[in-house]
């Protein structure tokens, strides 16, 4: 499955990506961001998920280090925890922006939302 970029717009930072399957998408928005994002990755829908048409929400937090990558990730809100390993998973992969040497680290946590629904399909005639 290939992710392609659809929409970045917004106050602050909000950024959605959906699939190019026509049936499942992922958006996620970024809160209490002070670093630039290098690398982001969307999740994969779960196929269990997808089968058994359920959408969710998951709320993940972490720290980011020097070298822009996230660690201490926790799940903060999931209303499905399918789609919670395939949210980590994402963040882990994901890159910010490395500090300069003489920039110290916030230590703010970041979150991120991932939302995964399910897009409508017209039936064909």
């Not at 392609?4 to 190019?20: F, K």
């Not at 999931?78 to 395939?86: D, G, T």
């Not at 703010?108 to 064909?124: A, D, I, N």
Request: hydrophobic share 35%.
């Amino acid at each position: 499955m290939k992710f392609v970029p659809a929409l970045a717009v917004c106050i602050g930072l909000y950024t959605a990506l959906s699939a190019s399957a026509s049936d499942d998408a992922v958006e996620f928005i970024d809160e209490d961001l002070d670093r630039t994002p290098v690398n982001t990755v969307v999740p994969h829908y779960p196929e269990t998920a997808r089968r058994d048409r359920i959408e969710g929400e998951v709320t993940v937090c972490y720290r980011i280090d020097r070298q822009g990558r996230p660690h201490e990730v926790r799940v903060r809100y999931s209303s499905h925890r399918v789609f919670e390993r395939p949210a980590r998973r994402a963040l882990h992969a994901s890159r910010y922006a490395p500090l300069d040497k003489d920039v110290k680290p916030s230590p703010v946590k970041s979150c991120r939302t991932f939302r995964f629904y399910l897009e409508p399909v017209e039936p064909e005639d």
